[in-house]
């Protein structure tokens, strides 16, 4: 037999034995050739890679950079990434960015982490200066710039304008969107992408100067853009002149500022919009036509000025009048099943009772219908204590946004003889002026002085504390830091919240003299309040806030840390803030206090609320701890950050905590759920509802379950079912006040009375439409889809209270069975044909009743249900409803701010439209809402003092009278 051959020596065998030619062309060939075969043969050319770094390494060696091309590629198949990288980076042009191929590709990729992750490292100044004085190799910033080119020239420019955000290269930034030829869309999305992407304050704030400078120097400005812009930089005088600039044009332009002040409302940054309420007018005011404007309307037409106009958008005052007429005209809040809620619960359980006025509350927020109270003064006379003082505050949640009238509403509750009343009704104030301080301030700074009573100091702190938020009033500062020292424990408690909520975003180096103090007092309930008050102060501010937090969350103190928690949450709320989230994951698995990991937890949706998707990931190993506090805290951040989105992984997640062990987790998931589920389609509601109605109903149920399905309840109906929990702007920016009013609400664990902050976080889900009146025309909008789809929930009948509450006998089958047989033989006996042998009962019907519902039928038939309906403004539109509504083309009135030649936006919050036939008579809307005084405590009508006068000063014998 004759011997086998050896193998043949392979290509890559051959070419590699030429590398040790002596001949330079030789090896240089070798090498070209190599570089078609060693996707294929690379396990051989690898045995010989150290030969080729050496011919890298002889700078005599012509080819070098073949050698460095072909090192980059071994190492590359070999797993080194960072070996490949080296060698690719002195390669020079040898190494082909445009390259399509997989090695390429990863390279491209490893290239740019390296270089974002060492621009991202460099301090602020040189991120800024000359980009080629970073000291990074110049040979990686030449593959990058390379890869800019490349993506520029292929059309890439959403591409480019990430990486330059990542590596912090304004510079290219620029470039990518001037060599654009949609240099607006292009805008639009730096803007997107900064707001998610840039994590760094200092930096995203230089990104937005020059976003807004470039909108600017448009052809035709974008200044609904570039205001944005500006807010995001919280320069108000830029905006003040932008919006002094436009109400001083014609009637295009005074449009334009007034969509864009109602804009600045909607994201609800209150510090701000009083700064630019302030600036506005200070420059050119005295330029503002009162007479004729260059369109040749007169203010005199109109009764006010533009300017005036303006800055009663700004003020909020004209925004809250015209939501208080949508809540009051659109409340579909049923007050059957409220008393259905009643019935059910026993008037000695004070905490369901409690609860079911919260409900009310919450269900009738800002619809200023108080006809359950009234029609049950008997039933809201057994609370007692702080029970009254809460229902009381209620009061306030139901009229909120009535500032006109606020004294004379609490006007029958503000003598009254019991404190907890008294205290009650000044928090009621608060909750009726937050954002809107009017009158109320100097009436409540009277109340707090005029009264040693904690009670009463507890709630005007509080009302103190909303009607001054954001605003860092001077005298405000004063009586609350007085009534800190005093060290009551009650007062002390709401003198924190109400410093927090005063120099809220502020990052006031008070908080310093609150965390001194803090360590001097002796009483939990003041360190809980100043702890939160803390945080409340750092809101929004990132990194600025970072010593205070680093102070709280590393304190011995688990009260001091708790509220490290929140002030992270707080600070970094809607960032996603990478550094933010790691903190509150280290501290929820690690503190040793349940208080603090629970916290810690529910924090984690506050941070996650701009991107709600995220949360449920993030904490679903979490929701299955072993223990309770934790997973309350997981089930309390889902409903935070995906409230109003129905987002299936949030509800897949809350789901079957609803049915925990243990009764405070199931409050924690019912109460989210309903955050979740808020203003989603009945259809999506009804089992939900249906489950939140058993617990209720169920007798045997725990007081902690089902007192979160009365608040559930309640969450799920707010302000007559025309309300959504915003938490964040329809430009994504987290709202202050919604995001303070949520984290004072979850300390409600604690105080009860807190839960009644909830109402700060509901956002009319509304189109409201105006023209330049700031009145409401007559117009419409068309919504494209299926009436039944968007529709109210249908309200509790009499009957579906009956059935609810009806006990149903048990029939054993034998018992069914020998009626089913009597019942037989005596229809035999008389004549009639056989009925069913299972025992079912036949159906007797008259023959008008059968001949209705048999036309009933016929004409649901005959007439399907249309497949889009008209919504008259104001109507209600759901956010998951606005996709499918929109302007008809052959609409009279079209929004200014509308994109050229579409009719698609806007088409929910307020919308200022523009007349195109200005020369016919404009019908306006009605005002429905009338005022109404509200209903009188059991405590105050049977008082034996006259009714007091409108107007109350201060009065030396009120405390002798135990006002």
Known sequence: MAPSRPPAPSAATALLSLLEEPRAALRAHALRALHDVVDREWSAVASSVAAIEALYEDETFEAREDAALLASKVFYHLGELNDALHYALRAGDRFDVNEGSDYAQTLIATAIDEYVAKRQSLDMDVTLGDASKDGIDSKLVDVVERMFESCLSDGEHFQAIGIALESKRLDKLEEAITRSNTVAECLSYSMKVCASLVSVREFRQHVLRLLARMYSSLREPNFLSMCQCLMLLEDAHGIAEVLNKLVAGDEAEQLLAYQIAFALFENDIQPFLNRVHDAVGDAEGAAIVSGEHKNGVS????????????????????????????????????????????????????????????????????????????????????????????????????????????????????????????????????????GQPGDALPFLLERARGNNNEVIQHGACLGLGLAAVGTGNAQVDGELFRILRTDSAVAGEAAGIGLGLLYAGSCTPRAKEIHQYCGKTSHGKIVRGCSLGMALTVYGREEGGDDLIESMIHDGDKIMRYGGCLALASAYAGTGNNNALRKLLHTAVSDVSDDVRRSAVMSLGFVLCSTPEQCPRVVALLAESYNPHVRYGAAMAVGIACAGTGLADAIALLDPMMNDQVDFVQQGALIAMAMVRIQQTEKQLAPFRKKVMGHIQETHETTMCKMGAIMALGILDAGGRNVTIGLRSRSGRPRMTSVLGMLVFTQYWYWYPLSYFLSLVFVPTAFIAVDRTLAMPHCSVTSHCKPSTFAYAAPVTEDDKKNSGEIVKAVLSTTAKAKAKADKKKAEAEGAEGMDVDGAAAVKTDEKTSKTTTEDAMDKDDKPEPTSEELTNPSRVTPAQEKAVRFDQSSRFVPIAAPAGTFKYPTRGFVVLRDTDPDEEIAYLDAQFKPVAPPVPADAADDDEPPPPEDFELDPEDEARGF
């Not at 009643?342 to 200023?368: D, F, P, Q, W």
Request: net charge positive.
């Open 299 to 434: 203010a005199a037409e109109t009764d006010e000025s533009p300017l005036e106009k303006l800055r009663s958008i700004l003020s909020g005052e004209r925004p809250f009048a015209l939501y208080l007429e949508f809540l009051y005209s659109h409340n579909h809040a049923d007050l059957l099943l409220l008393k259905q809620v009643k019935t059910a619960v026993e008037s000695r359980n004070s905490v369901c009772h409690s609860a079911t006025v919260l409900a009310n509350a919450l269900t009738h927020a800002g619809t200023t219908c108080d006809k359950f109270l009234r029609e049950n003064l008997d039933w809201l006379s057994r609370a007692t204590n702080w029970a009254r003082f809460s229902a009381t505050a209620g009061v306030g949640v139901i009229h909120r946004g009535r500032t006109k009238d606020s004294r004379q509403l609490l006007s029958q509750l503000l003598p009254a003889p019991s404190p907890y009343t008294l205290g009650g009704a000044l928090y009621a104030m608060g909750l009726i002026h937050t």
